[in-house]
């Protein structure tokens, strides 16, 4: 099966700065990747999603980029704000089935 | 349009007893998906499945745990004989069902505490 791994478990920037969080999968049948926020108490809310037939995707402030052969992705957060704060998760799978990563707990400082 | 809705969003348990965690799907997805969260911990598929369809199950504890999606009313995850390791946050996705979409949307979750 796929096995997703994501890194930093942690991380702390200064507002206005940029977050980059990335993730690893394993199996190369996987062709979605989709991110989640996680607030604290709540559901994961979808952000940002990219297919394997495309190399980045934009967003306002949020970008992924996936590398296929390499089989990683990346989400990059720019001008961050403290409303960023909050655990990411990425996910890899194919159609309706996808693996999550352990998350990242992303602390915007003011 | 309402999104995902689970209730009840906080359950109390002593062991031995049952759980029954609900969820109804956003307005015109017909997949539901559930998943439990440990804390500090990622999301671990446990189920999926079509209305009156399992679909994959093989997240899902052999013993004790029981999903179903009927015709009409909401998806059900049911929990028997709820022991400590059971405590955990639940949380139910739906998905409209096209072939490859992918998207999945969650609501907010059951938190399961078992005394």
């Known amino acids: 099966g796929e096995n997703v791994e994501q890194h930093p478990s942690t991380l702390s920037v200064q507002e206005g700065d940029s977050a980059v969080i990335k993730c690893t999968y394993s199996?190369?049948?996987?062709?979605?990747f989709p991110w989640y926020k996680q607030e604290l108490g709540k559901g994961p809310q979808l952000i940002i999603d990219i297919r394997s037939n495309v190399g980045e995707k934009k967003d306002q402030r949020i970008a992924v980029t996936l590398n296929k052969t390499a089989k990683h992705f990346s989400l990059h957060i720019t001008e961050t704000q403290p409303e960023d704060s909050a655990v990411y998760f990425c996910a890899a799978g194919t159609g309706n089935q996808f693996y999550f990563g352990t998350g990242t707990s992303l602390t915007v400082i003011p | 349009n309402a999104g995902v809705m689970q209730n009840p969003r906080h359950l109390v348990r002593r062991r031995g007893q049952e759980a029954r965690l609900r969820c109804s799907p956003m307005?015109?997805?017909?997949?539901v998906y559930w998943y439990r969260q440990l804390p500090e911990e990622g999301l671990k598929f446990m189920v999926y499945?079509?209305?009156?369809?399992?679909?994959?199950e093989s997240g899902m504890p052999k013993e004790r745990f029981s999903a179903e999606f009927p015709k009409e009313g909401p998806s059900i995850l049911r929990i028997q004989q709820v022991v400590r390791g059971d405590s955990a946050a639940y949380f139910c996705?739906?998905?409209?069902?096209?072939?490859?979409?992918?998207?999945?949307?969650f609501g907010p979750g059951t938190r399961l505490t078992v005394t």
């Open positions: 499945l079509q209305k009156e369809n399992i679909i994959d």
């Open positions: 199996d190369s049948a996987s062709n979605y």
């Open positions: 307005k015109g997805h017909s997949h």
């Open positions: 996705a739906s998905s409209p069902g096209m072939s490859g979409s992918g998207e999945q949307y």
